[in-house]
């Protein structure tokens, strides 16, 4: 392990740290497996920048990675008899990452340029691109369908720019929606990063918890599709705000939203939910500088994509 980044340094405990973390994400996705749950949540997984041998980005070990290679085999046979039917042997699984940064560990583990075997995974991260931006790597741009190397249709991004608001997340949505649509996963994997909300200390977008386009409208529609969902964590620096977020994102996964104006329960850390001391996470007066023509450049390289996408998702599945 590369021991010199700042961003990751060694820590008393990490030994124990590391299994235990990758051992939560992959006890998650077990219970999906076996058809124990329908939806499975593990908030202190999600460690997106992780790579095979090298901690990045204050990811120690790459959870979701092994998670997805988890979900491409059939279930270890078990004593106890599911209470859902068994997935079928190859199933298809969607990525699909929320953090403001783009999920280099995942994206590139899995990126395969002009794939000639059928592919069960495909990986869609929506974030924050910019010249400079953690992380580096070349897959956080648009994806270019007319390039000749390197364009992979199941290895998808949507870079937002600065300031990005409900409005063009409830956008961006139409696309990541139809990208599932012609995919259709068996299981869908959500890493749900809360440094894209307002209030984080990155300051970069302006994302809401509530109302329509919001993370927690997300949320709400991943979970109506069909297949199961795997919920993670990530990022997320402002931790009254984080632990906000996974608490109504677990309201939604379990079918009953909290009241985002109810009031939070007194407990030792109460004062770090001033001024509010409720549940929301409300959008700050960021300017969202994603322009029309900004957005609509995403949608017609969507468009080409999804052509390709289809026509590819029909030649391995026919
Ligand atoms: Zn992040």
Redesign the pocket.
Known sequence: MDDGAQDSPLFPGLEDYVPLVAGATLTAAETLKTGFAEVAICWDGGRHHAHKSKASGFCYVADIVLALLSLKKLPTPSPSSPSLPLPKPKPRIMYLDL???FSDGVSEAFHQPNPTTAPQILTLSIHHNSPGFFPASPLAALPDPSSDSGFDPFTLSIPLAQGAFNTTYKRMFTLIDRTREIFNPDYVVVQC?A?GLAGDPYAVLNWSLGGEGSMGWYIEKIIAWPGRKLLLG??GYNSPNVARTWAYLTSIALKAPLDLEASIPDHSAFPQYAPSFTMDVPAGFMQDTNEEEDLKRIEEAYERIFVILEERTRAFNP
């Open positions: 953090d403001l940064h990063g440094d990530g990022g």
